[in-house]
């Protein structure tokens, strides 16, 4: 069956996305009463709110920055958690705890997760601490090639450090909460979704490579946050400060995360060689990584890519056309179905 110019330029959406959730008419102004009342609740009486701001203007609702003036004179700044996936806040909130007696270093929940009544359609909300540090997403914009270099040491010791809970968190209750992902899994969800993207011989050609590369693997799963990119690591001089957004945490194969760096051109650190340092450290050769990032081209075509068109349609943040994203990650799955 042949697909309609319509039905080509349809594709899914990832699973639990917020669709429902109205930004507020003043984005310079986000927090709504109830918000208010619920970060003050965690300051001493007679703290004021100085100023709120979205964390991003893309994928929302987002954490909001709160600065806050205490009694004493003395500025701080909180952060209202909100996640655009639902039931992801709920999963942080459990989690980050049990994280932080295993020496993980993450922020501490200090009220929360409720609903706010006056727009339950965004879903839980927690108030965070900020930990010390900058992101790497943000100081990587400006940093120099030699920086970037030492600064993926520090991100790959970050993987590494979630990668070392894996079997102190196992034995806890929580680890039967959280998703255990295999790769068969992971494909298996791609097939069940199925969409636009099966009617395309590429794609379903690539399916079928896959089922049997994917089998054979038996790498034992590992923790993740479910998003490795390098605004979720903090630093400050030369040490890791923190590692943030556990609102996807997971058991999934230790190496499949590293993927996005390519799939989603994490630059400048795809470019200055992240993942070949993560596969070198990993004793991975290209061979044995390649049946990973066939899978995430994969899942990233059928949830954000429409099979044709968007030539004039650009993601949300300007960075590449529909199009363009397309044939890059077309390609991208070629050369790791050659492997």
């Not at 987002?62 to 992801?88: F, S």
């Not at 993926?152 to 196992?170: D, F, M, N, R, Y």
């Not at 991975?284 to 099979?307: D, H, K, M």
Request: aromatic share 8%; glycine share 8%.
């Amino acid at each position: 069956m042949s697909l309609s110019p319509d039905e080509k330029n349809v594709f899914s959406t990832p699973a639990g996305s917020s669709l429902s959730w109205t930004p507020p008419v003043d984005m310079a102004h986000p927090l709504t009463a109830f918000q208010e009342a619920f970060v003050l609740s965690v300051c001493p009486t007679g703290t004021r709110i100085l100023s709120a701001r979205f964390h991003r203007t893309v994928q929302l609702p987002c954490p909001i920055w709160v600065d806050l003036k205490l009694p004493t004179g003395e500025d701080q700044r909180l952060i209202l958690r909100m996640n655009y996936i639902h039931g992801g806040i709920e999963k942080e909130a459990a989690i980050l705890p049990e994280l932080a007696k295993l020496g993980v270093p993450v922020p501490e929940v200090l009220a929360g997760p409720v609903i706010d009544p006056t727009q339950p359609e965004a879903g839980a909300m927690t108030i965070l601490n900020v930990l010390p540090g900058q992101d790497f997403l943000t100081w990587g914009r400006s940093a120099t090639p030699t920086q970037i270099e030492w600064a993926i040491g520090l991100l790959l010791q970050g993987i590494e450090k979630l990668h070392a809970v894996t079997e102190p968190l196992s034995g806890e209750p929580i680890a039967n909460l959280l998703p255990h992902r295999t790769l068969h899994s992971e494909l298996q969800a791609v097939i069940t979704k199925a969409g636009p993207w099966f009617e395309d011989p590429r794609f379903k050609q690539a399916v079928t490579i896959l089922m049997p590369r994917l089998n054979a693997i038996q790498t034992p799963l590992a923790f993740s946050n479910g998003d490795y990119n390098q605004g979720n690591f903090l630093f400050a001089e030369d040490q890791l400060t923190g590692i943030i957004d556990f609102t996807d945490p997971c058991f999934e194969d230790p190496h499949i995360g590293m993927a996005m760096y390519w799939v989603h051109c994490w630059d400048p650190f795809d470019r200055a060689g992240i993942v070949e340092r993560y596969l070198e450290r990993q004793h991975l050769s290209f061979t044995e990584f390649a049946p990973r990032l066939a899978l995430r081209c994969l899942r990233i075509l059928q949830e954000g890519i429409p099979v044709d068109g968007g030539t004039d349609v650009y993601d949300e943040w300007g960075f590449e056309s529909q199009a363009d994203s397309r044939e890059r990650l077309l390609n991208l799955l070629q050369r790791a179905l050659a492997g």
